[in-house]
């Protein structure tokens, strides 16, 4: 029987293509989710590393579907039903511990972490540019004096570039926890989708339904072997196309 569910993904090299890329099976797939959402009530939620502003950016760009819960900076800002104001439960459980400036000052030593731009500067997230190649030195150095002095952070890794700082007790996976009990939605109605670093913590979390895009990046695909589990699905095709494939295995359309 056809049944409501909590569809929950990535946004970059997931849902759309980040850069070029044939985002042709995008169409199909928001009219699929489109038809769910009128039909049974089931939810979207957009995930992204992307601050409001690179959002709504690519939000025009690509002629997203409007979602019902905006999960934005690496899980660490929750918007639900189009709103412009941050989720204020969610931001209540990331504040206790959470000290930016003990933060940089800690980060200010490494010349090899360059600042993003201030656009992803966020209430609950630091973020900068690593290189690959320094990063096997730093990120542990790095974690283990941000351990040191105690402060509630955890770092997030992706795409041999991008790293992100952020409450211990906030991340994609977490993020979509909330949501999920706020709605009441089992792990078996619920689905999450991704291609990178940033989207272990949803496919780690619990045991809800994993598609990991066929264009997956070697760290997921790295962690997925490590950890393989018969609710987590890695699609052939790529993109929305590997979407509405695990959607299919998954029995949930
Ligand atoms: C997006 C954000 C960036 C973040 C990255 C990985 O690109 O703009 O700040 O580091 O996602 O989470
Ligand atoms: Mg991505």
């Known amino acids: ?11 970059d090299d997931t849902l759309v293509y980040r850069t070029v890329g044939d985002d042709s099976a995008l169409p199909e797939l928001n009219q699929l989710l489109s038809q769910h959402r009128q039909e049974y009530g089931t939810k979207i939620v957009y995930s992204t590393g992307r601050s409001p502003l690179l959002y709504k950016e690519l939000q025009a760009q690509k002629n997203l579907l409007q979602p019902d819960a905006l999960v934005l900076s690496v899980g660490t800002e929750i918007y639900l ?11 209540e459980i990331l504040s ?12 200010d030593k490494y010349h090899d972490l360059v600042r993003q731009p201030d656009s992803e500067q ?14 096997a030195n730093v990120l542990p150095q790095l974690e283990a ?33 909330f949501l999920r009990q706020k ?19 949803l496919f780690a979390v619990g045991n809800e339904r994993g598609i990991i895009v066929g264009n ?3 760290e997921l695909l790295q962690w997925h072997n490590e950890y393989p589990a018969d609710y987590r699905y890695l699609a052939k095709s790529f993109c929305a196309g590997g979407i509405i494939e695990g959607l299919h295995y998954f029995g949930l359309l």
């Open 1 to 11: 029987m056809k049944k409501a569910f909590l569809f929950v993904t990535d946004l």
């Open 81 to 91: 039903n189009g709103t412009d104001t941050q989720d204020s439960d969610w931001a």
């Open 96 to 107: 206790p511990g959470w000290e930016r400036e003990a933060i940089l000052s800690v980060t």
């Open 122 to 135: 966020r209430p609950f997230k630091v973020s900068f540019f690593l290189k690959q190649k320094a990063s």
């Open 145 to 177: 004096e941000l351990q040191k002095y105690k402060l509630n952070v955890k770092l997030i890794y992706s795409s041999d570039i991008d790293l992100d700082i952020v409450p211990r007790t906030s991340d994609k996976g977490q993020a979509m926890q």
């Open 183 to 201: 709605w009441k939605f089992a792990a078996e109605q619920t689905v999450v989708c991704g291609d990178s670093g940033n989207d272990i913590a």
């Open 216 to 218: 997956a990046r070697k």
